[in-house]
């Protein structure tokens, strides 16, 4: 297992920006990529974006690029959502993930994540 802890959730007015942080711990070794993904009140989970943690690559469901940007830190284990210009339609909990080595176009599939933090909410208020 890896515990993820994920951090930065909030309150913040439409407009502004938030940072999540997405903690790892444990067999870290494991871990290929790390996702993000996102649950609105009465919503199915939806995918928001992964990083590969080795080379940084990237990935986003189109509808939130240029708005949220992923980054990590490996001497950290961390990987990190940037959210700008949010809106009151991305209020949700926010859940990072990790995946052990797999096909990366797959990254936006929940069922190859293997380890979830506990999620974090973002309410933007209009």
């Known amino acids: 297992q890896v515990p993820l802890v994920e951090s930065g959730g909030g309150l913040v007015q439409a407009g502004g920006s938030l940072r999540l942080s997405c903690a790892a711990s444990g067999r870290t070794f494991k871990i290929f990529a790390m996702g993000w993904f996102r649950q609105a009140p009465g919503k199915e989970r939806e995918f928001v974006g992964a990083?590969?943690?080795?080379?940084?690559?990237?990935s986003y469901t189109d509808s939130l690029k240029g708005r949220f940007t992923i980054s990590r830190d490996n001497a950290k284990n961390t990987a990190y959502l940037q959210m700008n210009s949010l809106k009151p339609e991305d209020t949700a909990i926010y859940y990072c993930?990790?995946?052990?080595?797999?096909?990366?176009?797959?990254?936006?599939?929940?069922?190859?994540?293997?380890?979830w933090g506990q999620g974090t909410q973002v309410t933007v208020s209009s």
């Open positions: 990083i590969a943690m080795s080379d940084g690559s990237t």
């Open positions: 993930a990790s995946r052990p080595l797999g096909n990366w176009r797959e990254s936006w599939r929940e069922s190859v994540y293997i380890d």
